[in-house]
């Protein structure tokens, strides 16, 4: 194992042991509230930079695989009384089969048709589910948690925790992803998608690829969110802000490289929540444009380009 790879692991296993410490000596819960939802963001903002950020595919259709995760969670509850985790596995599951028939009806198009499409398949999705009584339809669900599992102290410090277990797997499998051949070959059809399918890169399945690996995270990140609210309704699992605001996680971190996204959601994610606290969650929206904006026009490729730039500047000024 290469050093590298001994260190993004050391960081992993402290960055758990310390929200699993978290766990343990916090007796505040909103701590652990608003904490779930920077993570589940990370989650999605790390799965969407796969297909978006890797391959150049812009999804608008993060919310339709998120209230995917999010039914999926419920109907097993409510016909099986499944664990959390069986739900998170089975939508990831779920998840993967999604991203796989998307993949195959809509990746043959490019460019603004791919993204239409995607969003043309979040209102059906959403449609289905509405329609659908036995998840509650468009009145919506409520939901019963179960007894809390040891060393925890309260449902959501479980969730909390999950999840955070979720921002590993999603950073690992992005990160093998940049490394391997399948990075090479996204960056390669990212750049010029006919000139890498004429020597020889398999552009339509690796798009397939991207887009299981990342329909399954956006899913598996979804289910635990039905035990979060103890409530699921089709307009707030389908919520186009998820969408929107993943999309903006993204590019305001970086797509080049998988920290990007991180850097993204967790900066966005904590403006966020500290607004919602202390004036009003309604601005939210708002300040994400504002962002969003700012970085477009004084860093288009993100934190990470404008850390490149400062670290270039400075290396020129020494010489």
């Not at 919506?140 to 969730?159: A, D, K, T």
């Not at 990160?175 to 391997?180: A, D």
């Not at 979804?222 to 993943?246: I, K």
């Not at 990007?260 to 607004?275: C, E, N, R, S, W």
């Amino acid at each position: 194992m290469r050093r590298d790879s001994i260190g993004f692991w050391i960081a992993m296993v402290l960055f758990l042991g310390a929200v699993l410490l978290a766990t343990q000596v916090v007796g505040n819960e909103y701590p652990f509230f608003a904490g779930y939802v920077i993570l589940q963001f990370i989650v999605l903002a790390v799965a969407w930079s796969i297909l978006g950020g890797y391959a150049g595919y812009v999804n608008f259709g993060t919310n339709a695989f998120f209230g995917v995760g999010v039914y999926t969670a419920v109907f097993l509850v409510k016909a099986t009384g499944a664990s959390l985790f069986v739900q998170i596995a089975t939508a990831a599951v779920v998840g993967a089969l999604v991203g796989l028939a998307v993949g195959l009806l809509t990746l043959r198009m490019q460019g603004i048709f791919f993204s239409i499409a995607t969003i043309a398949l979040s209102i059906v999705i959403e449609t289905s589910v509405t329609n659908w009584r036995y998840v509650g339809g468009a009145a919506g669900i409520q939901l019963q948690r179960p007894p809390v599992m040891e060393p925890f102290h309260s449902y959501v410090q479980m969730l909390f925790f999950v999840q955070a277990l979720l921002v590993v797997l999603a950073i690992a499998i992005a990160r093998y992803i940049q490394r391997s051949w399948l990075g090479r070959g996204l960056q390669a059809l990212k750049d010029d998608e006919l000139a890498a399918e004429c020597t020889g890169v398999p552009t339509l399945r690796l798009k397939l690829m991207a887009c299981v690996v990342s329909g399954a995270l956006m899913c598996a990140a979804g289910a635990p969110a039905a035990m979060y609210l103890q409530y699921a309704d089709p307009s707030s699992a389908f919520n186009l802000n998820y969408s929107v605001t993943v999309l903006a996680m993204s590019l305001i971190g970086g797509t080049a490289n998988w920290i990007g996204p991180v850097l993204g959601a967790i900066l966005l994610g904590v403006t966020q929540q500290l607004l919602a606290v202390t004036i009003s969650s309604e601005v939210n929206v708002l300040v994400l444009g504002v962002m969003l904006v700012l970085f477009v026009v004084a860093a288009p490729e993100g934190i990470l380009g404008l850390i490149r730039r400062i670290v270039h500047i400075r290396a020129g000024s020494k010489v």
